[in-house]
């Protein structure tokens, strides 16, 4: 049995400027099925990490001969290249079983058998345990009928089986499977945050989140729940990445890292294996967490931790009330505050476009954004996700004005606000970036920063005309 899993030939969120990250995914599903199906042959393609083009993908497969395709999505805005590699491994061989996973193929499992043929079958929700049961049973007895978590098409009839029960202690997976890109794990770097020349690494520290934002598409994946690793068992897989593979720079995608307890004793574990003085490591975190375990942030700095995404998202109380986030603008003012008094990097998330948004609201934000003084900051637009509250509500009310799936990236306005047009709301984006990094005063100040990471981070930006990429969306 082959089994072949692609990372897409896809463009790079041009926001973040010039990096190419780890298909932590797919790496992930492949040592699972690595360690839990026996006589499995599997091989892992990242077409961006390999310069392969789609008429290079094409050979390999041809070459490779697989049995199962399974395609890596990660966001709805990569919907269409999924589609185009299943479609592709099809033309190759018309019998091969072709899968696709994820978010969005998990929010709209009928929607998607029905209109792309090229899909065979969706695994819906967690994916490691489901795609091992069909691999097992792609040439057995079993029907497929009997495979909890997946939605498949059998003559021309879609059927959606029972939801599959979440892996109970996700300390039991495997490490994520490095090895299969092995070859080439040399290519990924995140420019802005680290540099090319620092290799960089994804490590998961759980899953889901216990908070409920209406925009947000992971707590829906994750059932609502959240189930964490242990401290020692992070802090190995980063001793792992850091030994075998030369990472230096980790990007722990926890939705929601949790600043507390379990954060110092995973600072403890990684100070204790010698780790910290020469690793970086990055999160996200929330505003109040911050605030309520300011005491832990020395330790987590010592330990490496130098770079935190801080889910802001709005300057209007009424607005993070109608998110269902929980904090208050005051709170983002002090977590900034905590965080550049321990020096730890601070980058800011905003969201504008929310159905109440006006000219006039958004230009307080603008105003807000700069007198925060965040280091860094990434504005977005809210973006109706298949899968959310947000997306449900926007449906039935007739808000969504573009159903190009490659749109929904964040910075492309989907849906108006009561007083702004589509186009209104992406000049406003626009707007917002220009108040922040085209402020002569900040570039300056960026560019000549102290902190190093301040000055990298300043300098790519101007760099990359991320402006004059934003400007040309209208």
């Known amino acids: 049995m082959k089994v072949l899993f692609i990372e897409p030939p896809k463009d790079i969120w041009f926001v973040m400027g010039e990096y190419l990250p780890p298909p932590y995914g797919i790496i992930q599903l492949a040592a699972y099925l690595e360690r839990e199906v026996k006589n499995v042959e599997i091989k892992v393609l990242d077409c961006n990490a390999q310069q392969l083009d789609w008429k290079d993908l094409e050979k390999q497969i041809g070459y490779f001969n697989p049995d199962v395709v399974a395609c890596s999505a990660l966001a709805t805005c990569n919907t269409y290249v999924v589609l185009r590699t299943l479609e592709t491994a099809k033309r190759v061989n018309s019998n091969v079983l072709t899968v696709a996973g994820g978010q969005h193929f998990t929010a709209t499992a009928q929607e998607s058998l029905k209109a792309y043929p090229e899909i065979d079958v969706i695994v819906r929700g967690e994916g490691e345990v489901t795609l091992a049961d069909l691999v097992n049973q792609v040439d057995g007895e079993s029907p497929f009928s009997k495979i909890k978590g997946i939605s498949v098409r059998h003559n021309g009839v879609i059927f959606h089986n029972p939801p599959r029960p979440l892996i109970k202690d996700i300390n039991d997976l495997p490490y994520p499977g490095y090895h299969f890109v092995k070859d080439f794990v040399h290519k990924y770097h995140f420019s802005a945050m680290s540099g090319r020349k620092m290799p960089y690494a994804l490590i998961e520290g759980s899953r889901g989140c216990s908070h409920r934002c209406t925009f947000c598409s992971q707590w829906c994946f994750w059932q609502g729940v959240w189930r964490k ?15 075998n593979y030369g990472s230096r720079f980790i990007w722990l995608t926890d939705d929601n890292f949790g600043v507390g307890k379990r954060a110092n004793e995973l600072a403890n574990e990684i100070i204790q294996k010698g780790l910290s003085e020469d690793l970086m490591w990055f999160t996200q975190v929330r505003c109040d967490d911050i605030i309520k375990h300011k005491d832990t942030l020395p330790k987590l700095r010592k330990s490496g ?9 709005s300057s209007q109380q009424s607005t993070l009330e109608t998110f269902r986030k929980n904090i208050t603008p005051e709170d983002a003012k002090k977590a900034v505050k905590i965080l550049k008094k321990n020096d730890i990097f601070v980058q800011a998330m905003f969201i504008i476009g929310e159905r109440k948004d006006t000219a006039e609201s958004i230009a307080e934000s603008r105003k807000f954004i700069n007198e925060l003084d965040s280091d860094f900051v990434i504005f977005a637009i809210l973006t109706p996700f298949p899968g959310t509250e947000l997306f449900e509500e926007a449906k039935k009310n007739g808000w969504i004005e573009d159903s190009n799936w490659a749109n929904y990236d964040m910075v492309h306005a989907i849906m108006p606000t009561e007083t702004l047009s589509r186009r209104e709301v992406q000049e406003e984006l626009y707007k917002c970036y220009r108040s922040f990094y085209g402020s002569w005063k900040r570039r300056l100040q960026g560019s000549f920063s102290r902190n190093e990471l301040k000055r990298r981070v300043y300098w790519h930006m101007l760099s990359r005309g991320i402006l004059k990429q934003l400007r040309g969306l209208f």
């Open 229 to 243: 690793k242990s401290p020692k068992r992070i802090a190995d897989e980063i001793e792992y990445c850091f030994e």
């Open 305 to 313: 931790l130098r770079w935190v995404l801080l889910g802001v998202e």
